[in-house]
Structures are given as C-alpha cells and as structure tokens.
C-alpha cells in the first residue's frame, strides 16, 4: 500500500520506470517464469501510478448537498393590458368584446351603458376601439377597465369601469371654431395632390370633385396646368389647430381656358341646399358622369377587343378600373329594378331613372345594405363596391347608361340639368353671390404651390 501512495505523483512516474527495468534484468538470468511474472506486475505498477498521477494534476471534486432552493418568485404586475379593435363590415359592439374575452353579460352591461352617450349600432367600419383589461388575478380572468372609441374628429367617448364594478359613460365634445379659408392652385398631375398641397382637408377635395361631377370628366378634361379656387369653412379647436373641412361655399375650375364655376345656395321655399352657376343653372345633371371616386377610365364605349372572348365586339358601356372594395354610387335618383348575376356582367345592378334613362353597373363584388329591387335611392349614393365578377380581367366597373333600353355613351349622352333658379329665388341667389364675392376680397389668396414638385407660382386672376 506503501508503494501505491508514493506513486500518486507523476514525478516519481520515471524513477519507477527504472525500477522495473532493473528488476526485469535482475530477474531474466534465473528462473524465466518467475521474471515474467515480476514484468506483468512491475508493467501494472506502473500504468497505475500514471493515472494515479493524472488524477492528482486533477482539480478536487467536492460533494456536498445542493444550495437551497430561492424562494417563489413574487407574482409580477404586467400592468393593463391595452388592444386596438378595428371594426370590420357586419361587427356589433356586443361582439366584438366578447371576442376580446369578456363575458356576455358583462360585454352587455357595458354596451347597455355606452348607450347612453352614443348609439352603439352607429359604429361604422374602420372605426377604431380601445378596449384595456386589468391583470388576471388568483386565476380569475382579466377584467374589463374600459372602452374607448373616438366617433368623430371633435368628439371622445369612453366607458370606464368603476369602484363597484358597474360601469360608467361620459363623451367630451371640443368646441370648434368655424373660420372661412381660401385656397388656389395650379394642377399639376393631379386635382387631389394639388389641392391637398394647398392645405384642403381631404373631404373638402372629395367635395370638390363631387360638386363638379355632374359637368366635368376628371379623366379626360383636367391636365396639368389647369387652375382651381374654393372658399370653404374649416373647423379649428381652442389651440387652433385645424380640425376638420366644413362646406364649399364657392368653387372654381379653369379647364383649357373655361371658367367653371359654382355657388352655395339654399333655395327658400323647400330649402334644398345645392350649388348654382352665376346665372342660376344648377350644376347638377340628372346623372352623374363618373359614378366612383379616384377611377381611371379603363375602356371607352365602342368596339374593342375582347379580353376574355378573343375577339372584336361592341363594348356597350365604360370601364373604370378602381381597386376591389371601392364604393360605386348611383348616378341619378331612381329605382333599383334589378339586383343579381346577370351573365358576363357577374353582379350587377340596374336603375329606373327618369324616363326614358337607365342605368346599369357590372363586375361588382358585393351589393351594398339594403339594395334590392324597388328600393329608391338618390343620386351619390353608394349602391355597390367594385370587384372583378363574371368576364372579367381585373377590378373594374363596367357603366352603361340606356335611353329607352338601348345602351348610349355615357360620356357623350346630352343629360337634362336639374333645378334653375327663378323669381325670388334667383334674386336672393344674385345677394349671395355679391356676400360671396365681398368675402372673397377680404381673404388673400395663397400662392399656389404646385403638388408633386413642390415649385411656387403666384395663381393669376
């Protein structure tokens, strides 16, 4: 045991190397069994002094019982916990938060109380909700703290949870300051860009374009160069800023040289609010020549080349490409007459208008609420979104317009005007004209940025 301890270092791993040499040769003169058995046993000696050795250049190993366990981890607040709803077509209140979680009764006793302040059937998609939940606790699940939406630009509405659990509503409303503005630009490209360079809030420009509609096709008389002016109330709140776009009160169109323009009156014995030329004319058309907003003409009326079919035929209408979802409105007043699959046109709608006028839309993707044969709608209402059904390459509205059943071009139609002043009428409406014009010169006019190069030039009267 001796001889094992001392060999524990690996210093001593030569010297016993020697060793057995010396015994090896001491022992080969006698007896040669006896001498190999001494080598076997010296040779052993040896290979386990060198792990003996290894294992001492080894760091100690030491076992002893694990350290004690830390306590529990202490349950952390992770705060509220705060999501952003979107409502998307066909959502109710009631539903969307218990798709968020929330019980059905209390989901309803929250509805039951938003009530209050605000319609929640009114809710239109796109609007946005904030719902925010307190943290989970002993394993119950996240309550309903609040709800907040915003209805309007000038109006904030909220439902919070109280100390008793039931809950409260209350809104606040800002109260906005009307001023009127005055804007002018040149056209460069786009009426739109131009007109939001100039500061024009965007339902304004929809404004703009919608009131001018009835006279003007924005996809082939409006180029680049072409001028605009509009006198239109904004609304600012108590810091001043601008808030939202209010009327027209007086709109201008220079296309080519041509001076369009058009006044805000109301007339006085059905106070009907509409927009008239200097001398009276209504600016309204029985219909509409673009029945969708921001559309590019596609494909005029006459023979083309069918893109599905594969060959040349008589297209009986116009095209207006448009992404899928864009409302299409009705052209004129009138009667709903058909409403469904109507072959190669896939969904599709016909009008009754005024005798002897029809129209039709094709290509739709859905119907809007409510349409079905004899609803009455009027003109500018959204009847339809665009899509790409039936023989159809793309998103599109296919437009027809038909004078006694036989499609015409929409675009080339000669379309009766509507109301005219006359009397007292168009005598009150040559005094707004005047307060239109006084107003007009107390207001400077801006310089015209031009949209897109971000060049100024003053607008010439």
Known sequence: MGFWRAAATRSQVPSLRRAAAERLAAAAPRDPWTAAASAVAIILMVAFAGIAAVASLSPQVQTSAPPPQSAAKEEVDTGPDIREVTVQSGDTFTGILVEQGVEPGEAQAAVNELASVFNPSAIREGLAITITFGPPTNAQPAPLLSIALKPSVERDVVVNREADGSFKAQQTVKVLKPRDDRAAGVINGSLYLSAKAQGVPDAVIVDLIKIFSYDVDFQREVRSG??????????????????????????????????????????????????????????????????????????????????????TRMH??????????????????????????????GKYIRIR???????????????????????????????????????????????????RDEQVNPLGVKLPTGRNLIGKDLAAFKTRIAAVDALLATIPLPPAVVAQTGAQARLQP
């Open 226 to 311: 072409d001028k605009f002016e509009l006198l239109f109330t904004n609304y600012y709140d108590t810091d001043g800023e601008q808030v939202r776009g209010g009327d027209i009160q007086y709109a201008v169109l220079t296309l080519s040289g041509e001076r369009k323009e058009l006044y805000r009156f109301t007339t006085g014995d059905d106070e009907a609010t509409d927009y008239f030329t200097p001398k009276g004319w209504s600016g309204k058309r029985m219909l509409m020549k673009t029945p969708i907003d921001g559309a590019r003409i596609t494909s005029g009326y006459g023979m083309r080349f069918h893109p599905v079919l594969g060959y």
């Open 353 to 403: 208008n005024a005798a002897p006028y029809k129209t039709a839309y094709g290509h739709l993707s859905r119907y809007a609420r409510g349409i079905k044969p004899g609803t009455h709608v009027r003109q500018g209402q959204v009847i339809a979104y665009v899509g790409s059904t039936g023989m159809s390459t793309g998103p599109h509205l296919h437009y027809e317009v038909l004078v």
């Open 316 to 345: 009986r209408g116009v095209d207006f490409g448009a992404p899928v979802g864009t409302p299409v409105m009705a052209s004129g007043n009138g009667v709903v007459e058909f409403v469904g699959w109507h072959g190669g046109h």
